[in-house]
């Protein structure tokens, strides 16, 4: 099983120009497409607990692949 994370942009019902971006991670036995489809049910989930907001978009990847290294070699978020 892998940790994948659902990325998706959420905006403000009440000012539709606030957005920002929300992640869920959970483990999959999956790839990343039949992340796709059983992303939904989640993200339904963090709508009933967050109804201000709107879900603009999605897509599905692999936590920590997007890192990048700095100047000394460590490790940082992109």
Sequence with gaps: ???????????ALAQPNDCQQE???????????????SAQP???????EHPKWSVKNYHCEYPHREEKTDARGSARPA
Excluded: N
């Design 23 to 37: 992640r869920l991670d959970y483990l999959s036995g999956g790839s990343l497409r039949e992340c796709l489809v």
């Design 42 to 48: 989640y993200i339904a989930q963090w709508i009933g």
């Design 1 to 11: 099983m892998d940790l994948i994370a659902i990325v998706f942009t959420v905006c």
